[in-house]
């Protein structure tokens, strides 16, 4: 912890020289995630000020299908699905095209703006492969939905063929830190996730990762992976808070407060100025009460359930959205009409 307050930076100032595009020294960084609580609204408001400039008071919606689910090969400690985990969780191989369109059309009507297609393993084969080609262009004719495909490591030539197919994102988190990479996982390395995400980036894809805070990692680890997702110059950045699911070697990892998610939310907006930050898995287990804070910096959610646990109610996010004084961004980017927002708020879900 900082020992003295004289040795904290000023706020406001570390906001103007992120919106001028200066970069935090670690030593500042570092003093953003080690503030005291009773910093932290300063520490938002500043935030604030720089999502507000990039975003206004626009949130976004993100929703999820986990179109392939377990069997997957891989060692990630924090995952259900891997082949280390005896968590109970469904498994089933690539969802039949029917049951994809029907969660597009879910995403559409909860105003999600970008539909998120995950599915498990190390990397798709050929016939999965061509599987989410073949869904991806149906629900681009079917829906004003944006496309943000996670099917794990890639390489240029099918980022090539996502591109063609109209995939507009895809999602490879860093994760961690590469210092901290091979804690928390032994099957491939964390060059292995950059040279996806430069993959992707290569095509022309828009790019979108981010990592799980809470597995272990220090201080250092957690400015490390904002400053590496700042020289990849990534575009979107999820997010996650662990939830430590029983079955899965970081069971017992319990290390964040809700103050604490929301320091590390602040130093990737002050670190990201205009990346779309968006608050993924662990919103409502590790923020609870203070959820609304985490809109300050970051200016995207998810809405519906996670990979494999569940999220809270849309119709909470909605009126946790309003109630904060924020607003929704529709699928084109606009501000949703506000006479859309009582039939949601009273909508299933
Ligand atoms: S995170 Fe992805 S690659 Fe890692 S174990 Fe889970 S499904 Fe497999």
């Given at each position: 912890m900082t020992s003295s307050l004289l040795q904290l930076p000023d706020w406001h100032t570390l906001a103007s020289r992120s919106l001028s595009g200066e970069m935090l020294t670690r030593k500042e960084a570092r003093a953003v995630l080690d503030a005291p609580d009773d910093m932290l609204l300063e520490q938002l408001a500043a935030a604030y000020r720089v999502r507000r400039h990039y975003w206004g008071n626009r949130v976004r919606l993100h929703f999820l299908l986990n179109a392939q689910s377990g069997l997957c090969p891989e060692d990630c400690h924090y995952c259900s699905q891997s082949k280390i985990s005896?968590?109970?969780?469904?498994?089933?191989p690539l969802l039949a095209q029917d049951k994809i369109l029907s969660a597009a059309d879910r995403a559409a009507q909860l105003q999600a703006g970008t539909f998120c297609l995950v599915i498990s393993g190390r990397s798709p084969t050929e016939s999965v492969f061509s599987k989410v080609l073949e869904a991806v262009r149906e629900i681009k004719a079917n829906y004003n939905l944006k496309i943000c495909a996670c099917l794990g490591i890639?390489?240029?030539?099918?980022?090539?063929?996502?591109?063609?197919?109209?995939?507009?994102?895809?999602?490879?988190?860093?994760?961690?830190?590469?210092?901290?990479?091979s804690q928390i996982c032994t099957t491939h390395t964390f060059d292995d996730r950059v040279a996806t995400v430069k993959n992707v980036k290569a095509a022309g894809i828009t790019t979108c990762s981010g990592g799980i805070l809470g597995m272990g990692e220090s201080d250092e680890d957690v400015i490390d992976l904002a400053f590496s997702l700042r020289e990849l110059e990534v575009t979107s950045v999820p997010l996650n808070f662990l939830i430590p699911i029983p079955g899965t070697p970081l069971a017992q990892k319990q290390e964040l407060n809700p103050r604490q998610c929301l320091r590390i939310l602040c130093l990737f907006r002050l670190v990201l100025p205009s990346q779309e930050i968006r608050i993924a898995g662990g919103r409502e287990v590790h923020l609870r009460s203070l959820q609304p804070l985490g809109l300050y910096p970051a200016n995207s959610i998810f809405v519906g359930d996670y990979l494999t646990t569940p999220g809270q109610a849309a119709h909470q996010d909605w009126q946790m959205i309003r109630d904060a004084g924020f607003v929704l961004e529709a699928a084109d980017g606009s501000v949703l009409e506000e006479d859309l927002i009582p039939n949601l708020l009273h909508a299933d879900g």
């Amino acid at each position: 912890m900082t020992s003295s307050l004289l040795q904290l930076p000023d706020w406001h100032t570390l906001a103007s020289r992120s919106l001028s595009g200066e970069m935090l020294t670690r030593k500042e960084a570092r003093a953003v995630l080690d503030a005291p609580d009773d910093m932290l609204l300063e520490q938002l408001a500043a935030a604030y000020r720089v999502r507000r400039h990039y975003w206004g008071n626009r949130v976004r919606l993100h929703f999820l299908l986990n179109a392939q689910s377990g069997l997957c090969p891989e060692d990630c400690h924090y995952c259900s699905q891997s082949k280390i985990s005896t968590a109970e969780i469904e498994k089933y191989p690539l969802l039949a095209q029917d049951k994809i369109l029907s969660a597009a059309d879910r995403a559409a009507q909860l105003q999600a703006g970008t539909f998120c297609l995950v599915i498990s393993g190390r990397s798709p084969t050929e016939s999965v492969f061509s599987k989410v080609l073949e869904a991806v262009r149906e629900i681009k004719a079917n829906y004003n939905l944006k496309i943000c495909a996670c099917l794990g490591i890639l390489s240029e030539e099918q980022t090539h063929r996502l591109a063609a197919a109209g995939v507009d994102r895809v999602n490879h988190n860093l994760n961690t830190s590469e210092n901290h990479h091979s804690q928390i996982c032994t099957t491939h390395t964390f060059d292995d996730r950059v040279a996806t995400v430069k993959n992707v980036k290569a095509a022309g894809i828009t790019t979108c990762s981010g990592g799980i805070l809470g597995m272990g990692e220090s201080d250092e680890d957690v400015i490390d992976l904002a400053f590496s997702l700042r020289e990849l110059e990534v575009t979107s950045v999820p997010l996650n808070f662990l939830i430590p699911i029983p079955g899965t070697p970081l069971a017992q990892k319990q290390e964040l407060n809700p103050r604490q998610c929301l320091r590390i939310l602040c130093l990737f907006r002050l670190v990201l100025p205009s990346q779309e930050i968006r608050i993924a898995g662990g919103r409502e287990v590790h923020l609870r009460s203070l959820q609304p804070l985490g809109l300050y910096p970051a200016n995207s959610i998810f809405v519906g359930d996670y990979l494999t646990t569940p999220g809270q109610a849309a119709h909470q996010d909605w009126q946790m959205i309003r109630d904060a004084g924020f607003v929704l961004e529709a699928a084109d980017g606009s501000v949703l009409e506000e006479d859309l927002i009582p039939n949601l708020l009273h909508a299933d879900g």
